[in-house]
């Protein structure tokens, strides 16, 4: 059974940083692409940043660009969100999602059960 | 950056009824438009790509169709389960953007 589980988030204040962690299970990690999507709560979906097969490209939001940074460890099997420079905006559930199917298909299914992250002084 | 833009925001339906959601898209996306499900409390879930495939696991009662700029999800029997936010999200043009969601709730 393929499986994402989240850990880290949390508080953090303004200007500060945090980080969100995934690890993956139940499938050939290294072989595809992942994905950050934010969800503000009570609001709808945004996708924030996607990291290729084998860590070939990395790609943002024009809203984070610069101050977060994604990486994956496929020895580990894992996945992270380094958020820098954090700005009340960025108060949302993160979620990361495997690449559905084969190829580079940008649909994003199965997703990790989210992680809230909040940022307040 | 394409925009989604679903109606209704909410649709209050009974058990047994059939439930027909829209996204229209600010330009083009050809077929490239997937809708998830998700539940209050949970992650989304893939239920639509490609306009009309069905993911894996999916029940039969839902189905997608349109292309281009607007596209529907038709839920044939709405099941107790059923009742969630939908959202579309398409791939077509960088960044991968979603609409703002449908309601469907209990009458």
């Known amino acids: 059974e393929v499986q994402l589980v989240q850990s880290g988030g949390g508080v953090g204040q303004p200007g500060g940083s945090l980080r969100v962690s995934c690890a993956a299970s139940?499938?050939?990690?290294?072989?595809?692409?992942m994905h950050w999507v934010r969800q503000a709560p009570g609001k709808g979906l945004e996708w924030v940043s996607v990291?290729?097969?084998?860590?070939?490209?990395?790609?943002?939001a024009r809203s984070v660009k610069g101050r977060f940074t994604i990486s994956r460890d496929d020895s580990k099997n894992s996945l992270y969100l380094q958020m820098n420079s954090l700005r009340i905006e960025d108060t949302a559930f993160y979620y990361c999602?495997?690449?559905f199917g084969s190829g580079s298909s940008s649909w994003f299914d199965p997703w990790g059960q989210g992680t809230l992250v909040t940022v307040s002084s | 950056e394409i925009v989604l833009t679903q109606s209704p925001a909410t649709l209050s339906l009974s058990p047994g009824e059939r439930a027909t959601l829209s996204c229209r898209a600010s330009?083009?996306?050809?077929?490239?438009l997937a809708w998830y499900q998700q539940k209050p409390g949970q992650a989304p879930r893939l239920l639509i790509y490609?306009?009309?495939n069905r993911a894996t696991g999916i029940p039969a009662r839902f189905s997608g169709s349109g292309s281009g700029t607007d596209f529907t999800l038709t839920i044939s029997s709405l099941e107790p389960e059923d009742f969630a936010v939908y959202y579309c999200?398409?791939?077509?043009?960088?960044?991968?953007?979603f609409g703002q969601g449908t309601k469907v709730e209990i009458k």
């Open positions: 999602a495997k690449e």
């Open positions: 139940g499938f050939s990690f290294n072989a595809y692409a």
């Open positions: 990291i290729g097969a084998d860590g070939s490209g990395a790609y943002y």
């Open positions: 330009q083009s996306v050809s077929r490239d």
């Open positions: 490609d306009a009309s």
């Open positions: 999200q398409q791939r077509s043009n960088w960044p991968p953007t």
